[in-house]
């Protein structure tokens, strides 16, 4: 009876990430017992899109190994890979992934709302910080209520600091102003409060490990990408439209912040694709910009509702006609994120503008 090589596998390239096993040490398992193979690897990326594919280039190898194979067993586990977004500020966040727009009403935190809940359905953990002051709508989409809690932590040195603990719900850990400020209440704030309140919601939140931290941008370019690009190493952004063409041409806006400001642009969503507001301008905006198209968000009235009543989560349940379209997009994000890691891990720097 032959035996299987232990780096038999290390030479299989990832489609589409470009990363063989062996150079990610993706290959965990690699046995052979009375004919069968029993094989465990570790994917770096949720819902990765490939699988049979790999799968398939699997079985093929160790066949052509060993001649006494008769089954091959092949079990995927999940290590997400990404920037550590937030090492910079202490941070153990992998991915931190910013949801953008041009303007308002273009269902921004639907997305995000969306892809929080996407990933985690994927396996991965999950974080959702809502940095539209002005308007946050994560605590009502969500159906989550509470409060941020500060506690003391002990420093290896000795000292005692303050930190803010996230609200849970779901499974996420979520931050908003809108847990600390009465529904329905104005927030009338100049730039430097803005700025301070980012700092604390990132860097002095406990927001625990964390493969993804989704934050729902406000619309418009202005101060929130360009405090987060200063602290952390984005792993990207996802910029969201409907097919309009008033609303692409902001879009197109709100690329071009990301762009000068250095942050890795993940691709365009397209949301409330249908009759109403058409479908296709996203994703030709998209080519005629040279960056990935994510997917489209079909106008379905459940998407409207689960927001609506406090349950998005809900998107991702069997019975949803729109966990499909939802999912395939999350995929997208995740694999776009890696791409871009993959193809420049180090750190995101940003450019000074004058």
């Known amino acids: 009876m032959s ?71 092949i079990e995927y586990t999940l290590n997400i890979k990404g920037p550590e977004s937030g090492a910079k500020v202490g941070l153990h966040v992998k991915n931190m992934i910013a949801v953008g727009s041009g303007k308002g009403g273009v269902g921004k935190s639907t997305v995000a709302a969306s892809l929080a809940y996407g990933l985690q359905s994927l396996g991965a953990k999950v974080g959702l910080l809502d940095a539209d002051v002005y308007g946050p709508s994560i605590p009502h989409m969500t159906g989550s209520t509470g409060k941020p809690e500060v506690r003391e932590h002990l420093n290896p040195n000795g000292s005692v600091v303050q930190r803010i603990h996230p609200v849970e719900h779901d499974g996420l850990k979520l931050m908003s102003i809108g847990f600390l400020v009465p529904e329905g ?78 942050i890795p642009i993940l691709g365009m969503v397209e949301n409330m694709t249908g009759e109403i507001f058409g479908r296709g301008g996203a994703e030709q905006a998209a080519v005629d910009q040279k960056i990935p198209f994510l997917g489209e968000v079909p106008i379905e009235a459940e998407v409207r509702i689960c927001g609506d009543e406090r349950r998005m989560k809900d998107l991702f349940t069997e019975e949803s006609k729109s966990k499909a379209a939802l999912e395939s997009i999350c995929s997208r994000v995740a694999m776009e994120a890696a791409k871009v890691y993959f193809k420049k891990p180090a750190t995101t720097t940003l450019e000074i503008l004058q």
Request: charged share 20%.
């Open 185 to 262: 209440e104005a927030i009338i704030w100049r730039g430097p409060m803005l700025h301070k309140m980012l700092t604390q919601f990132v860097a002095e939140t406990e927001w625990g490990e964390l493969d993804y931290l989704i934050v729902d941008m406000p619309p418009g370019t202005g101060d929130v990408a360009l405090t987060l690009s200063q602290m952390l190493s984005l792993a990207g952004a996802v910029v969201v439209c409907t097919p309009q063409k008033v609303a692409l041409l902001d879009a197109v806006k709100a690329i071009g912040m990301y762009q000068k400001e250095n």
């Open 3 to 73: 035996s299987l090589p232990a780096d038999c596998l290390n030479s299989i390239t990832l489609p589409e990430l470009n990363r063989t096993l062996g150079s990610l040490s993706a290959v965990k398992l690699c046995d052979l017992q009375e004919g069968s193979a029993k094989i465990t690897i570790e994917l770096p990326v949720p819902g990765y899109p490939h699988q049979e594919e790999l799968s398939q280039a699997i079985e093929k190898q160790i066949r052509s190994v060993s001649a006494d194979v008769k089954q091959v067993d």
